[in-house]
């Protein structure tokens, strides 16, 4: 599948057989060049053994023939224009709703995106999205352009921060000739998310740790060392761990950021308070996560008086400060552990050794150079090291969506770990 090009990572299932039991799907298709596809969508969401039903917006039908999805789907075609006769309207959407387990928007257009995250409903498919209760999967399709508007990547958040799966948009040829990030995903990956939606507490019963911000280290009251660390990307994969179902506990360098829901979060100041924070839940976790900017030097001593500016430029002697990550292979040796680096460039043998250095699972690298990405910057991209995988690039994006990719990263190596202590334990050797 596609995961460098923001679609979901190849999933069991993911080559065309259903994962779970056969689902009532409901296609919302928008208007825009992809609609074409949406009928080998229907094609293949069915031979996965789902049941299909297609509404198409008054546009789609300028791109793709309601007859074409009928006869594809079995089923007539829901629409404003195709209202069963004698049936009020304001049922119709009602009833759709109620029949659909999954509504499975794609191609979603930018105009829809932006109508589904304002609660709006100007035409049919829109009205049926807001009586809808279930899982709600969209699979966006514009030019990049577009994709990248920040207006429009509000609204994606928005969505996403209400529990909707984004599948794609992948990288590639666009309708205009231009290469960029806007194609439909691949039908496999739509439908595996359709499937995946109904699973989406994947972490229920297990404890995920994670620190996110920076540290200030003291000099006197009033100043301190510190460093740029938003905890916005420490925050995201907090929200998405709580999402998953994870006991999350979330400790905190000084940030302005509200605590996702269902996250037990625990504020501190300097490294030594964030190091003891995370001693004390270490041994209780299945994951950690160290996305918080520590900084690796504090002041020697800590001046209990604000040291005054006519007493000359004093001199600052810093000291070590403890290195929280790499004690953790001692502290929680059966957790899979994963750093952050905060680099402008890193080599593979560097990320290697520092992998090694910090006896963690997976290293996550993001360019502190540029201004797009990386600190206090909305979205990442993000380079994932691993002890025995190969590296891989994740495109920037959201920082919610980076959390996303990399949860998905996560839990592949979890299973693994989990089978592998389970064959230790039927060998009588246990993990190590
Ligand atoms: O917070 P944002 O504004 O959203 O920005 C995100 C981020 C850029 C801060 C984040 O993605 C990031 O890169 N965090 C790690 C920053 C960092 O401290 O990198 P490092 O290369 O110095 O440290 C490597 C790893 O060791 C990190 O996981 C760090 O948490 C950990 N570490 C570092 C020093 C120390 N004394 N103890 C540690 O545990």
């Not at 299909?52 to 791109?63: D, E, I, W």
């Not at 007539?76 to 109620?98: K, M």
């Not at 229920?204 to 200030?216: H, K, N």
Request: glycine residues 10%; contains cysteine.
């Amino acid at each position: 599948m596609t995961p460098a090009g923001g679609g979901a990572p190849a999933t069991p299932g993911a080559a065309g057989s259903a994962v779970g039991r056969p689902r009532r799907i409901l296609l919302g298709v928008c208007g825009g060049v992809a609609a074409y596809k949406s009928a080998d969508l229907v094609r293949r969401l069915r031979e996965r053994g789902h049941s299909v039903r297609c509404a198409l917006t008054p546009t789609a039908v300028r791109f793709v023939s309601p007859l074409t999805l009928e006869v594809l789907s079995g089923h007539p075609v829901f629409g404003e224009e195709y209202l069963e006769p004698g049936r009020a309207g304001d049922e119709e959407h009602i009833a759709a709703a109620a029949w659909a387990e999954v509504l499975c928007i794609a191609p979603g257009t930018a105009h829809m995106i932006s109508t589904l995250a304002l609660g709006l409903a100007p035409n049919f498919l829109s009205t049926l999205a807001l009586a809808f209760r279930g899982p709600v999967v969209v699979a966006p399709a514009m030019h990049s352009a577009m994709w990248e508007k920040p207006a429009l990547q509000e609204n994606v958040e928005r969505l996403r921060r209400s529990g909707v799966t984004f599948v794609g948009p992948e990288s590639g040829a666009l309708a205009s000739g231009e290469v960029g990030l806007g194609r439909l995903a691949d039908a496999q990956a739509i439908a595996a998310a359709c499937e995946g939606s109904f699973q989406s507490l994947t972490l229920a019963g297990l404890t995920v740790l994670i620190s996110a911000g920076p540290t200030q280290e003291p000099i006197d009251p009033v100043r301190y060392l510190g460093n740029r660390s938003s905890g916005k990307m420490g925050f995201a994969l907090a929200a998405e761990a709580a999402r998953r179902g994870a006991h999350t506990v979330l400790v905190a360098g000084p940030v302005a950021l509200a605590t996702p829901p269902g996250v037990e979060r625990i504020d501190v100041r300097t490294a030594r308070e964030m190091e003891e924070a995370v001693r004390r839940h270490a041994g209780a976790a299945d994951l950690i996560v160290m996305a918080a900017a520590v900084a690796d030097f504090r002041p020697a001593v800590y001046e209990t008086e604000k040291i005054k500016r006519h007493a000359g430029t004093p001199e600052i002697s810093l000291v070590a400060n403890p290195d929280i990550l790499a004690s953790l292979a001692t502290l929680a040796p059966r957790a899979l552990r994963v750093g952050f680096a905060a680099e402008s460039t890193l080599a593979s043998d560097e990320a290697a050794r520092k992998l090694a250095a910090k006896g963690a699972h997976f290293l996550v690298a993001n360019d502190i150079s540029r201004s797009d990405i990386g600190f206090g910057a909305e979205q990442n991209e993000v380079t994932i090291f691993g002890r025995e995988t190969d590296s891989e690039t994740l495109s920037r994006r959201p920082k919610s969506a980076i959390a996303s990719a990399l949860f998905d990263r996560f839990e592949v190596r979890l299973a693994e770990l989990s089978s592998a202590a389970e064959a230790g334990r039927e060998s009588g050797s246990g993990r190590s």
